[in-house]
Each structure stands twice: as C-alpha cells, then as structure tokens.
C-alpha cells in the first residue's frame, strides 16, 4: 500500500510536464486544422467569386461580352479551312513545303483550343438537353 499512496504525489511531479508537452501537441494539430481549414474557405470563396463573374458575363445581352465562345469557334474553323484550302491550292500554285509546314503549325496551335471549346459545346447541349440553357441571346 506504500507505492499506492504514493501515486498521487508521483502523478503531480511527472504530470505537470507531461500534460503541457501533451497539451502543445494537441494545440499544433488544432493549429493545422484551422490552417487547413481557412485555404479550403479561401479556395470556396475564390471559385464562387469565378462563378459569379462567369454568370454576369453570361448574363449580358451583348453578343461581344457572352459570346466570345462563338467567336473563338468561328476563328478556329477558319484557320481550319484556310489552311487545309491553302495547302491544297498552294501546292498547284507553286508555294513551297515550307510555307505549307507554316499553316501545319497553325492548324497545331488552333487545335488545343477547339478541342476545348468542343467540349464546353458538350456541356452546352447538355444544359439544352437539361432545359437550363439560356435562349434569350441577342
């Protein structure tokens, strides 16, 4: 029973210390949630702020402002078109293979970005497809 009632007296020693270094650990996880948790709020806030600027573009009647989608479409075809027309005529006209390579390189440039737009095209059928597509375009 000696050890027993000394116990108390032992866990005062020790536990002062120990439940500080304790209690610092589990303030550095709290620390880091809370870290973690204000970027996953500043991300939210960020991509909400980017869905309301893309709904007052959207939402503008001026072809210019909520039709820039159209207008790249329209480029990209026409680089499409002119260089697959230009390497075709060129060659009977006497244009050189490099001059036909330099509207290749073009048509490469181009093709990233009507494959993008191909696939927000996708999403747009689908939003028609959906009934939420917006048909009051001017």
């Known amino acids: 029973m000696g050890i027993l009632s000394a116990l108390p007296i032992i866990g005062n020693i020790i536990g002062g210390p120990v439940s500080k270094i304790i209690d610092n650990l589990g303030e550095d996880d709290r620390r ?5 948790m204000q970027r996953i709020d500043n991300e939210y806030r960020l991509k909400i702020a980017q869905i309301e600027t893309n709904k007052a573009e959207a939402a503008h009647s001026s072809i210019f402002v909520a039709g820039w989608r159209p207008f790249v479409g329209w480029a990209c075809g026409f680089v499409f078109i002119a260089a697959a027309a230009v390497a075709i005529f060129g060659a009977f006209v006497g244009m050189t293979p ?4 330099a509207l290749s390189e073009a048509k ?5 970005v009507l ?11 689908f939003e ?11």
């Open 32 to 36: 880091e949630f809370e870290r973690a």
């Open 98 to 101: 490099e001059q036909i390579a």
């Open 108 to 112: 490469a440039m181009m093709f990233p």
């Open 115 to 125: 494959m993008g737009l191909l696939g927000l095209g996708g999403m747009r059928s």
């Open 128 to 138: 028609k497809f959906k009934g939420v597509a917006r048909e009051n375009m001017k």
